[in-house]
């Protein structure tokens, strides 16, 4: 029996350029990444009827109007990791690498992968996502900061450190503030924040982040979440060697969001506490031990977004 192969549209996304990429009728055509070239390329897809999804890797600041517009067309959209792409690209020896070959290289594995397709997020997480990767930033710069009011002799490099200090702290109460008007003026994302943070040891700026990286919490198996957030140990097995367990890839910030509340948990959440005492006394480190509360916070979290259900004791 012949195998009916998905047709796939891969697009490789440029500053300017969209090249596309259909398989396996194997039609390329190339559009303006404006929106124009959107326009365009819909019309394109409408007159192929046969397109079932589309596939791409993110691209910075290049990707977000693109995924926006196409999302609206109803055609199931998979965001690829530019990682997995690659490594598929070595697996079928591909060793070129130009705009028309990433785009054909993207259908292919769209059409033979077994990739998910999820709606793009909303207006609100998209723009919340846009002003967190900028509080990092400040974050960074508030150390850097930091470190050279330490180290300045100087009266005036030391003025200016701590000038650029305060002005960093009103740049961050200023985007806590734009965050926290976003949430509160989106209902859904109100609710899913307020269930967050009834878990002891999530606050509000944990809360936001599980919200903005994994804005599919609440809708996907625990073991698919704790494996997106890279908690999930990883076995390394071969013949009679077993090999020692460890956690690898995911979603690293998400991850670093989760490592404070972990600690808080284990002091003021009994069932978070007791975990990580039996872990413990089992002879594990206490780092494996701490990775094993934030998996459980993780799953704990999905959990309640998927039932709408605010944490009680018996949650946990």
């Not at 609100?124 to 990767?133: A, F, H, P, Y």
């Not at 002799?153 to 650029?164: I, S």
């Not at 999530?202 to 599919?216: F, H, S, V």
Request: hydrophobic share 45%; with cysteine; net charge positive.
């Amino acid at each position: 029996m012949d195998t009916i192969i998905a047709q796939t549209v891969g697009v490789d996304i440029s500053k300017d350029m969209l090249d596309v990429h259909l398989y396996p009728d194997n039609l390329a055509r190339r559009f303006t990444n404006d929106s124009k070239g959107f326009t365009a390329l819909i019309d394109w897809l409408a007159q192929q009827h046969k397109a079932q999804r589309l596939i791409f890797e993110p691209t910075g600041a290049y990707h977000h109007a693109f995924e926006r517009r196409l999302g609206q067309t109803g055609l199931p959209m998979i965001k690829v990791n530019p990682l997995q792409a690659r490594r598929f690209a070595e697996a079928i020896g591909s060793r070129a690498k130009t705009d028309a070959v990433d785009a054909a290289m993207l259908a292919r594995f769209g059409a033979l992968g077994e990739l998910q397709a999820r709606p793009p997020v909303s207006q609100s997480l998209d723009d919340l996502k846009e002003l967190l990767v900028a509080r990092r930033a400040l974050i960074k710069d508030r150390t850097a900061a930091t470190n050279r009011d330490h180290v300045s002799r100087a009266p005036l490099l030391k003025r200016l450190a701590n000038q650029r200090l305060r002005q960093i702290e009103r740049q961050l109460e200023a985007i806590d503030a734009a965050m926290q008007s976003l949430c509160q003026a989106d209902t859904d994302l109100k609710a899913r924040l307020a269930i967050l943070v009834s878990i002891p040891g999530i606050g509000n700026a944990t809360a936001l982040a599980l919200l903005i990286e994994m804005p599919e919490l609440g809708t996907i198996e625990n073991k698919c979440v704790a494996s997106l957030a890279g908690l999930a140990p990883i076995a390394r097995d071969s013949g009679q060697t077993r090999g020692k367990r460890f956690i690898r890839g995911g979603r690293a910030h998400l991850r670093q969001a989760l490592y404070m509340p972990a600690l808080v948990a284990v002091r003021f959440n009994a069932a978070m506490k007791q975990k990580y005492e039996a872990f413990v006394a089992a002879g594990k480190p206490k780092k494996i031990a701490i990775v094993a509360v934030m998996r459980k916070l993780i799953v704990l979290a999905n959990a309640l977004l998927r039932d709408h259900r605010h944490w009680t004791p018996n949650n946990a």
